[in-house]
């Protein structure tokens, strides 16, 4: 499992510098990913054109001027969203971006020309997206996954609709989504009773509500790939979906009745290969069961079974978790490098990057959106820069030497006074529970090893990039990541605080014994 992250300030001078920002950490991110150096250059390109798509930006008025452009343009979209349905997430997609791309509107040349769209429904997205090529935006950041929609394989309606934009010229930048360990792929095998066959007991797929002091609002999506591209065609490949509880007795369930008719609006009839069950759940064990209706799907057919919510999913597959439009292959998928549940498959994400945000008014949180966010800040200013970069030209800027992570490497061991204990490699550990002080570490590509003097975490950097103030007087100095936050340099052989932990980088002649893997994707660094 990926280790979750948690962002600490580095040192006082990290300490938030303008009262508007809604962040209290960015300083330090900005300055990690390469960031802070762009904020003292001249901009020699022109004013981009950014747009961001999300279901709900509440509350965006009163941030005009202030964490958002004055000038910022919102498209409310032809269908209005459902009353009282108050969503902020777009609001911080965007607040993030505008933060790490202006460094908190300071940096005027880089200040983009931004509009937000309510996507909220798939009319909205494609009218959202009709809009986004009529204006020629150049960027868009959409840190949303759709459960249905998709065939898995970058095809169906909703990537059809982003495959418009990308011929366009947009740089589409898409959250790879968090359903990492609460996503389910299988064939479609029916057995007795026309129950398709899942992973555990009674053909069923299981989840866990562990909430012993609350409830487990979760909703639940089966799926299967007969998504066609034009909207409008129907499928009659037929399944249901049930909840029951852990005695098989029914909670709830999702029969529609899947129609060809593309003018279908029966209630009960659904155009659309996808079943969706919402529910508030009490803790304990559940169990998904699917019923194949039709009877008429083949070797190639394939079912998905996702779950949003706070439970847990045993069986949850471990690879091609990855929803669309984060599977099309035009766009720029951003994964968090920060979270276990960031999405990930054989070719996605594209790029990995840090995702913790805190709250300036106190609170944390993470996740593949705000990745995404920051990423689009970064290739923001790259394509602000020069306008004609592409899709590609931006994905080698910043992945440039980057490799599998970890071919730059360090000094000799001779030089480090300590050895790894694998065959010539480092062999990986497990911290548990991982300090507060070494998340930041990991969530940039760290790894915890054992060496022949203690545990030690190995990195693909050199490590005095953690912090602006970090100097070395010789070359084997340590870089320590310090118990009550921050870092320090040390004499190679100098005691160090009580729980201090020593970040080196890859030596010349040693490795990794196995090799870090998360996705397809390569670490952001401008």
């Given at each position: 499992?990926?280790l ?8 006082f ?43 709900g930006f ?6 005009l ?8 343009r919102?498209v ?58 009529a ?9 949303e996954v ?12 909703i ?24 996503t ?36 639940i ?17 037929d ?5 029951t ?60 079974i996702?779950?949003d ?30 979270s ?5 498959s ?59 992570g970890w ?87 100098a ?30 660094h401008?």
């Amino acid at each position: 499992m990926k280790l979750l992250i948690s962002f600490l300030s580095v040192c006082f001078s990290f300490q938030f510098a303008f009262a508007s920002s809604p962040f209290s950490n960015l300083a330090g991110v900005k300055y990690s990913l390469g960031f802070s150096p762009y904020y003292s250059q001249q901009n020699p390109g022109r004013r981009l054109k950014i747009a961001v798509l999300d279901k709900g930006f509440y509350g965006y008025e009163k941030e005009l001027g202030r964490s958002l452009p004055a000038s910022t343009r919102y498209v409310a979209g032809p269908v209005a969203n459902p009353e009282n349905v108050n969503v902020e997430h777009g609001l911080r997609m965007a607040q993030i971006l505008v933060a790490m791309m202006t460094n908190d509107m300071q940096a005027t040349q880089w200040m983009p020309e931004l509009t937000l769209y309510n996507v909220f429904g798939f009319s909205n997205f494609k009218a959202a997206i009709d809009d986004v090529i009529a204006n020629k935006v150049d960027l868009v950041l959409y840190s949303e996954v759709w459960e249905y929609g998709g065939n898995f394989d970058g095809t169906g309606f909703i990537n059809n609709e982003v495959n418009r934009a990308t011929r366009n010229g947009v740089i589409w930048v898409n959250a790879a989504g968090n359903f990492s360990l609460t996503t389910y792929n299988s064939g479609i095998r029916t057995l007795k009773d026309d129950w398709v066959q899942l992973p555990d007991q009674n053909n069923a797929l299981m989840i866990r509500c562990e909430n012993r002091n609350g409830k487990c609002p979760v909703k639940i999506v089966l799926s299967w790939n007969d998504f066609k591209n034009d909207v409008e065609l129907g499928t009659d490949k037929d399944l249901d979906l049930a909840l029951t509880d852990d005695m098989l007795n029914i909670v709830q369930t999702s029969a529609l009745k899947q129609s060809k008719d593309p003018k279908e609006s029966r209630p009960g009839f659904s155009k659309y290969p996808r079943e969706i069950i919402a529910a508030e759940l009490s803790a304990g064990t559940y169990f998904l069961r699917v019923k194949n209706r039709s009877q008429n799907f083949v070797d190639r057919d394939q079912l998905r079974i996702t779950v949003d919510g706070e439970v847990t999913m045993p069986s949850h597959s471990i690879s091609d978790t990855i929803l669309n439009p984060a599977d099309n292959t035009t766009v720029i998928t951003v994964g968090a490098s920060d979270s276990d549940r960031s999405s990930s498959s054989k070719n996605k994400p594209d790029l990995l990057a840090p995702s913790s945000i805190q709250l300036a008014g106190g609170g944390e949180y993470r996740g593949s959106s705000n990745a995404a966010a920051i990423v689009a800040a970064g290739l923001g200013i790259l394509k602000s820069q020069e306008p004609r970069m592409t899709r590609k030209d931006l994905l080698d800027t910043v992945t440039r030497g980057n490799g599998d992570g970890w071919n730059q490497r360090g000094v000799s061991l001779n030089l480090l006074e300590f050895g790894p204990t694998g065959p010539g490699c480092f062999i990986d550990v497990n911290l548990n529970p991982v300090p507060d002080y070494v998340r930041e570490v990991l969530s940039r590509g760290g790894v915890p090893v054992q060496t022949t003097a203690a545990v030690r975490v190995m990195v693909p950097f050199d490590p005095i990039t953690m912090a602006p103030y970090l100097r070395r007087n010789l070359l084997n100095d340590m870089i320590v990541a310090l118990p009550q936050g921050g870092y320090a340099v040390y004499p190679r052989f100098a005691a160090i605080p009580p729980g201090a932990v020593e970040i080196f980088q890859r030596p010349l002649e040693a490795g990794l014994c196995r090799p870090p893997s998360i996705g397809g994707g390569k670490n952001f660094h401008l």
